[in-house]
Protein backbone atom coordinates (compact mmCIF):
# COMPACT_ATOMS: atom_id res chain seq x y z
CA UNK A 1 0.00 0.00 0.00
CA UNK A 2 1.59 3.33 -1.05
CA UNK A 3 -0.92 5.97 -0.10
CA UNK A 4 -3.10 4.82 3.55
CA UNK A 5 -4.37 8.44 3.14
CA UNK A 6 -6.90 7.76 0.26
CA UNK A 7 -8.34 4.65 2.06
CA UNK A 8 -11.78 4.99 2.49
CA UNK A 9 -13.56 4.84 6.09
CA UNK A 10 -15.48 1.19 5.82
CA UNK A 11 -19.26 1.49 6.53
CA UNK A 12 -19.36 -0.76 9.25
CA UNK A 13 -16.81 1.49 11.11
CA UNK A 14 -17.75 4.62 13.06
CA UNK A 15 -15.79 7.83 12.92
CA UNK A 16 -13.57 7.11 16.43
CA UNK A 17 -12.93 3.68 15.48
CA UNK A 18 -12.01 5.17 11.84
CA UNK A 19 -9.60 7.08 13.32
CA UNK A 20 -8.10 4.43 15.86
CA UNK A 21 -7.86 2.17 13.08
CA UNK A 22 -5.81 4.18 10.83
CA UNK A 23 -3.58 5.51 13.70
CA UNK A 24 -2.97 1.65 14.44
CA UNK A 25 -2.46 0.49 10.83
CA UNK A 26 0.31 3.95 10.04
CA UNK A 27 3.05 1.69 9.58
CA UNK A 28 4.01 -1.62 9.31
CA UNK A 29 6.62 -0.72 12.41
CA UNK A 30 3.77 0.25 14.51
CA UNK A 31 1.83 -3.01 13.65
CA UNK A 32 4.98 -4.63 14.97
CA UNK A 33 5.05 -2.91 17.91
CA UNK A 34 1.22 -3.23 19.34
CA UNK A 35 1.51 -7.27 17.89
CA UNK A 36 4.46 -7.44 20.79
CA UNK A 37 2.29 -5.61 23.16
CA UNK A 38 -0.56 -7.79 22.36
CA UNK A 39 1.65 -10.77 23.30
CA UNK A 40 2.41 -9.75 26.32
CA UNK A 41 -1.09 -8.32 27.13
CA UNK A 42 -2.39 -11.80 25.91
CA UNK A 43 0.35 -13.92 28.53
CA UNK A 44 -0.77 -11.42 31.08
CA UNK A 45 -4.54 -11.79 31.28
CA UNK A 46 -6.02 -14.93 32.24
CA UNK A 47 -9.64 -13.28 31.69
CA UNK A 48 -8.69 -12.16 28.17
CA UNK A 49 -7.33 -15.94 27.36
CA UNK A 50 -9.99 -17.61 29.16
CA UNK A 51 -12.27 -15.76 26.67
CA UNK A 52 -9.90 -16.45 23.34
CA UNK A 53 -10.41 -12.78 22.75
CA UNK A 54 -7.41 -10.17 21.57
CA UNK A 55 -7.02 -6.25 22.84
CA UNK A 56 -7.99 -5.04 19.26
CA UNK A 57 -11.55 -5.35 19.51
CA UNK A 58 -12.81 -8.57 20.88
CA UNK A 59 -11.54 -11.04 17.66
CA UNK A 60 -10.86 -14.72 18.50
CA UNK A 61 -7.19 -14.42 18.80
CA UNK A 62 -4.35 -17.15 19.67
CA UNK A 63 -0.70 -17.03 19.69
CA UNK A 64 1.12 -18.22 17.19
CA UNK A 65 5.08 -19.24 17.15
CA UNK A 66 7.30 -19.68 14.33
CA UNK A 67 10.67 -20.40 13.47
CA UNK A 68 12.54 -17.42 12.12
CA UNK A 69 14.00 -18.09 8.81
CA UNK A 70 16.94 -16.34 9.35
CA UNK A 71 17.82 -16.33 13.26
CA UNK A 72 16.26 -19.84 13.95
CA UNK A 73 14.70 -18.09 16.66
CA UNK A 74 11.13 -18.74 18.29
CA UNK A 75 8.50 -15.47 17.22
CA UNK A 76 5.42 -15.11 18.97
CA UNK A 77 2.93 -12.82 17.34
CA UNK A 78 -0.97 -12.76 18.20
CA UNK A 79 -3.29 -13.32 15.34
CA UNK A 80 -6.94 -13.32 14.88
CA UNK A 81 -8.17 -17.32 13.51
CA UNK A 82 -11.12 -19.28 12.75
CA UNK A 83 -12.04 -22.66 13.63
CA UNK A 84 -12.05 -25.17 10.91
CA UNK A 85 -13.02 -27.98 11.82
CA UNK A 86 -10.31 -29.21 14.30
CA UNK A 87 -8.30 -26.69 12.28
CA UNK A 88 -7.34 -23.03 12.87
CA UNK A 89 -7.05 -20.52 9.54
CA UNK A 90 -5.15 -17.38 10.06
CA UNK A 91 -4.88 -14.98 7.65
CA UNK A 92 -1.60 -12.86 6.26
CA UNK A 93 -3.23 -9.38 6.39
CA UNK A 94 -0.34 -6.85 7.35
CA UNK A 95 -2.93 -4.31 7.66
CA UNK A 96 -3.06 -4.52 3.43
CA UNK A 97 0.72 -3.29 2.95
CA UNK A 98 2.13 -4.91 0.27
CA UNK A 99 4.60 -7.15 1.94
CA UNK A 100 3.62 -10.18 3.80
CA UNK A 101 4.10 -10.49 7.33
CA UNK A 102 7.01 -11.63 8.80
CA UNK A 103 4.93 -15.14 10.12
CA UNK A 104 4.00 -16.24 6.86
CA UNK A 105 7.44 -15.73 5.39
CA UNK A 106 8.58 -18.16 8.35
CA UNK A 107 6.07 -20.36 7.63
CA UNK A 108 6.10 -20.85 4.24
CA UNK A 109 9.95 -21.67 4.84
CA UNK A 110 9.29 -24.38 7.88
CA UNK A 111 5.57 -25.19 8.60
CA UNK A 112 5.86 -26.52 12.27
CA UNK A 113 5.10 -23.94 15.01
CA UNK A 114 3.38 -23.27 17.66
CA UNK A 115 0.08 -22.71 18.67
CA UNK A 116 -1.56 -20.95 22.12
CA UNK A 117 -5.47 -20.54 22.55
CA UNK A 118 -6.33 -19.34 25.88
CA UNK A 119 -4.57 -21.64 28.04
CA UNK A 120 -3.68 -24.36 25.98
CA UNK A 121 -0.75 -24.90 24.40
CA UNK A 122 0.49 -27.04 21.08
CA UNK A 123 2.69 -28.05 18.16
CA UNK A 124 0.67 -27.36 14.84
CA UNK A 125 1.91 -27.40 11.12
CA UNK A 126 0.65 -25.02 8.47
CA UNK A 127 -0.37 -25.39 4.84
CA UNK A 128 -1.48 -23.15 2.29
CA UNK A 129 -5.35 -23.15 1.71
CA UNK A 130 -5.87 -24.50 -1.78
CA UNK A 131 -7.39 -22.28 -4.19
CA UNK A 132 -10.82 -23.74 -4.01
CA UNK A 133 -10.40 -23.89 -0.11
CA UNK A 134 -9.29 -19.94 -0.10
CA UNK A 135 -12.49 -19.57 -2.10
CA UNK A 136 -14.76 -21.74 0.10
CA UNK A 137 -13.51 -19.77 3.45
CA UNK A 138 -13.49 -16.50 2.24
CA UNK A 139 -16.72 -15.46 3.00
CA UNK A 140 -16.70 -17.10 6.52
CA UNK A 141 -12.94 -15.29 7.30
CA UNK A 142 -14.36 -11.44 6.46
CA UNK A 143 -17.63 -12.69 8.52
CA UNK A 144 -15.01 -13.50 11.63
CA UNK A 145 -12.77 -10.53 10.77
CA UNK A 146 -14.84 -7.61 8.40
CA UNK A 147 -11.26 -5.91 8.23
CA UNK A 148 -9.60 -8.93 6.32
CA UNK A 149 -12.05 -8.13 3.53
CA UNK A 150 -11.46 -4.61 4.04
CA UNK A 151 -7.39 -4.80 3.98
CA UNK A 152 -7.70 -7.34 1.00
CA UNK A 153 -9.08 -4.29 -1.17
CA UNK A 154 -6.17 -2.32 -0.41
CA UNK A 155 -3.76 -3.90 -2.41
CA UNK A 156 -2.86 -6.49 -5.19
CA UNK A 157 -1.00 -9.00 -2.96
CA UNK A 158 -3.16 -12.16 -2.02
CA UNK A 159 -2.86 -12.90 1.52
CA UNK A 160 -1.60 -16.01 2.21
CA UNK A 161 -4.76 -18.28 3.70
CA UNK A 162 -2.63 -20.46 6.35
CA UNK A 163 -4.48 -23.56 7.57
CA UNK A 164 -2.75 -25.12 11.04
CA UNK A 165 -3.82 -28.32 11.77
CA UNK A 166 -2.65 -29.15 15.68
CA UNK A 167 -0.48 -32.44 15.56
CA UNK A 168 0.05 -32.83 19.43
CA UNK A 169 0.39 -31.16 22.98
CA UNK A 170 3.26 -28.49 23.51
Not at 33 to 46: G, R
Not at 70 to 75: D, H, L
Not at 110 to 116: I, S, Y
Not at 119 to 142: C, G, M, N
Request: proline share 6%; aromatic share 10%.
Amino acid sequence: MTDRDKMQKPDWMNDAEWAWFKERTASVELIVSDAKADVQAYLASPAGRSTGQNAQGGFPTLLLTTIGRKSGEKRTTPAVFMRHGKDLVVVGSLAGYDQHPAWVLNLNANPKCEVQLDFDKYHAVSRDATDAERKALWPSLVKTFPAWGYFQMQTERPFAVKILTPTGPA
